[in-house]
C-alpha cells in the first residue's frame, strides 16, 4: 500500500455529491425515524423502521444505497486506483465504494459521507468487510510497505517500530496481499515490464506508475528500472 491524497468533495458541475448522495441519505434517514423527510420526491413514504438512527440496521441502510451514485466520481477522484490493491480498476471490472468505517460500525449518517469512502476493487473490499484492523489508506505513510520483487510479497519495512509493524502485517493478513492470486499479478506486471512480447516496444514505465504505483514506486526505490527509466527519474 502506498499513501492515499484524500481528494475533495466533488461538486457541481462534475458531480453534485451532497444533493445527490448526503441529502437524499440524511432525508431518508428522517423517514426511517418517523421524522418528515427533508427532501421532497415521488412516491410514498419510507416506512418508518425505528425511532432512533442507531437503531437502524446495516440491512435498512443497503436498501438506500445512495452512495452508489458517487462511484464514478469517485473512481475518477482516485484515477481508478483501488487504495488497498493499489492497481487501477477498470470501469467494467467493478470498483467499489468502500466504507472505510463500515456502516455496521458507523453511525448512519457516515454512510453518506465523502470523507468514508474509499475507492476499492471488490476483492478488497470483500477482504476488508467491516473489519478495523486495516490501515486507512489516508493514514499509510509511503514506505510502510515495502514489495519483494523476488517473491512479490508484501512486507512491511524493516527499520518499523514494533507496534506499527505488527499494524502492517495484520492489514497485509487481513487484506490477503500476499495470496496466490496478488503476488501472481504482481509477478504478470512486472515480467511485462522486463519482458514484453514485442521487445521494440517495451511498456514504459509511466504505464506502470499510472496503472500500478505501488509496484512501479518499488521498482524505481530498487533499482529494477531499465536504465533509460532511471536516467529520466535522475534527470527529475
Known sequence: MIRVEKQPEPRPPDFDFDGEVRQPGLSALAELTG?????????????KQADRLEDLSPKVLRQYDYWTRALDALHAAYRGICAYSC????PIAGPTVDHFVAITKAA?????EWDNYRL???????CKNAFTDVLDPFDVRDGWFVLNLDTFEVEPAKDLEADL????????????LNS?????MRRRWFNMYWNPKDPTRPVPLWFFEEHAPF???EMRRQGRVRPEDQERADGN
Open 35 to 47: 421524522q418528515v423527510p427533508t427532501l421532497s420526491r415521488p412516491g410514498p413514504r419510507i416506512r
Open 87 to 90: 492497481f487501477y480498476i477498470e
Open 108 to 112: 448512519p449518517r457516515e454512510a453518506y
Open 120 to 126: 476499492a476493487c471488490s476483492l478488497m473490499n470483500a
Open 165 to 176: 509493524k505488527k499494524r502492517v502485517e495484520d492489514t497485509c493478513t487481513r487484506l490477503k
Open 180 to 184: 496466490p492470486e496478488c503476488k501472481n
Open 215 to 217: 509496484l512501479a514506486r
